[in-house]
């Protein structure tokens, strides 16, 4: 079954463990969300998944081929793509050139592969900053980029952490649009998130993790049904 | 002596082929530091190693004095391939281990390098000072004297100045290379193999460093130790330039070129001190460099 699967990671930074056993299930074409309080491993599991952070143990299946051990580089070529929390703009770039350093020599995971153009589409707020360097952005035109730049290796699998952190209102509504469109496009997403809100509005399916343990899987009509397990894992209860 | 023009504009016209040569061989410095974050104390030892292979090579082709004077040109040719192959190697076997690791380290083992190509060229050309005499006459700009080999140099530090910027600002690869200067996890992560990148960037260092050794030639001969006291001043350049900024480097190395030309006449003895005063100056007002940023970490 394609989709991606991860299954009993553990993974540690140096002799202290994150991870305990974190399994996941996201099909093809879904978009799923990881809850979770600060420091809970959200970015952690994503981070394993992506190769930055190297599990000691445990299983990573994209489209059932093996990519736990693999490098970031290898991975991102199999077609999964990764916006960091920090969203790690190429500051003496402008908007044009961060989005063309994504372009890759891989093949493409995408019917449609991804333009400068494109990206003006989903995003019109950057064709706007198109010659302007990534130091002088907000936050926001930040995120868009590196989402952008992203789409512009032409992933199948997207991760987002926490794409809207830290983030106004209306740049949060506006994103969450966009995300919903390129969940349209047929894109499998898996993006963390602190918030229930935003993350009802866009994904299918939710997952909770606690202390580097999944607490909860499940649809977002049986969590809201249960305040003791908001309550318990998230923010606001 | 009298300071008039016709003192001023020759020994300006020397600083500012002084500062091409302290911008050849920064331009790689700089640019390896600030890509791979390595700290390249062999990198003059490369210019001195890139001038011997030239001077061979030059010398294969004709006598060492009254030859053709465009036999530098593919004598430089020759050492500049020479050294290109020679850093994309040592990028492979050696350097490659060295990311990642404390600058002390690299510092070491970059003196190694220091020592070993010392000894290989002491080896190979012996002691003695090796020089190409060009016999060309002198030009006379604005009623002065000048070496007219000053403005070769000038005009190859200008191309070399207006390359590295197209390649840098107009090619792919160098947009990778500016990306990766802040962030080699991110150009990873974006499926972009960081390793062939390292290894063309360090190869272009040391083969501009050995353009500089050939360029060079026929104006100042080659002695052991020379790399030592170059080495110094192109801290020197990368400092007041601004780790990773290529006109940055370029501004830089044509101020302490000039400084340098005439701070030799005024105090022989005192000249690399007052570079180095100089240099201290522009630290306290921009701690980053004229032209780095604050944003680089
Ligand atoms: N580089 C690191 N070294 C050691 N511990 C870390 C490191 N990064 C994160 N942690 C710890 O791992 C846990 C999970 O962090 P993280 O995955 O960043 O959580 P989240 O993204 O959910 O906020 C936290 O307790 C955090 O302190
Ligand atoms: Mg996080």
């Known amino acids: 079954m394609p989709g991606l699967k991860v299954r009993d990671l553990h993974t540690y930074y140096g002799t202290s463990h994150i991870l305990f056993d974190v399994s996941l299930e996201i099909e093809d074409r879904s978009t799923v969300c990881l809850l979770g309080r600060n420091g809970a491993g959200k970015t952690t599991t994503l981070k394993s998944i992506m190769g930055l952070a190297t599990p000691r143990s445990g299983a990573i299946l994209l489209d059932d081929l093996e990519i736990g051990g693999k490098s970031p580089v290898d991975i991102a070529r199999l077609g999964v793509g990764y916006v960091p929390e920090e969203r790690i703009i190429f500051p003496d770039l402008t908007v044009r050139e961060n989005l063309e350093v994504g372009e890759k020599t891989a093949p493409s995971y995408v019917v449609e592969r991804w333009s400068v153009d494109a990206i003006y589409g989903l995003f019109p707020m950057l064709e706007a900053l198109d010659g302007r360097v990534g130091a002088y952005l907000s936050g926001g035109e930040q995120q868009m980029l590196s989402i952008g730049r992203t789409l512009m290796g032409n992933p199948s699998l997207l991760l987002l952490d926490e794409p809207v952190e830290g983030l106004a209102p209306a740049v949060v509504s506006a994103l969450s649009t966009q995300i919903n469109r390129l969940k349209k496009m047929g894109l499998t997403i898996l993006f963390s998130e602190q918030n229930l809100a935003f993350s009802e509005a866009i994904a299918d399916r939710v997952f909770i993790i606690e202390s580097g343990r999944i607490k909860y899987e499940g649809t977002f009509a049986d969590l809201n049904a249960d305040a003791g397990l908001k309550h318990r894992y998230l923010a606001v209860g | ?297």
């Open chain 2, 1 to 297: 002596m009298e300071f008039g023009f016709d003192f001023v504009f020759p020994q300006l016209m020397a600083g500012i082929s002084r500062g091409m040569l302290l911008f050849l061989v920064a331009a790689g410095l700089s640019l390896i530091f600030g890509v791979m974050n390595i700290l390249n104390f062999a990198h003059a030892t490369f210019w001195l190693l890139g001038g011997y292979i030239a001077y061979s090579a030059f010398t294969a082709f004709g006598p060492p004095s009254g030859a053709n004077p465009l036999l530098v040109i593919p004598a430089t040719a020759v050492a500049v391939a020479a050294l290109m192959l020679l850093g994309f190697g040592l990028e492979r076997v050696l350097i490659r281990r060295m990311y990642g690791r404390e600058v002390p380290e690299q510092l070491l083992l970059t003196f190694a390098l220091v020592l070993i190509i010392g000894d290989l060229i002491k080896l190979v050309w012996g002691v003695e000072d090796r020089s190409v005499f060009l016999g060309l006459p002198p030009a006379v700009i604005f009623g002065a004297f000048i070496n007219i080999y000053y403005l070769v140099i000038i005009a190859v530090g200008l191309a070399v100045l207006a390359g590295l910027y197209w390649f840098l600002q107009r090619t792919r690869f160098g947009r990778i290379v500016r990306a990766a200067v802040h962030s080699r996890e991110m150009v990873e992560a974006l499926g972009i193999r960081i390793a062939t990148i390292y290894m063309v960037v360090f190869g272009l260092g040391v083969g501009l460093a050995a353009l500089a050794g050939g360029v060079v030639l026929p104006l100042t001969p080659l002695a052991l130790g020379a790399d030592i006291d170059l080495i110094v001043q192109c801290f020197a350049v990368v400092v007041v330039g601004g780790f990773g900024s290529v006109i940055g480097t370029f501004v830089a190395a044509i101020l302490i070129g000039v400084t340098y030309s005439f701070a030799i006449f005024l105090w022989p003895d005192g000249a690399l001190a007052i570079i180095f005063l100089f240099v201290i100056a522009v630290l306290v007002v921009r701690p980053w460099g004229l032209f780095g940023t604050e944003l680089r970490t």
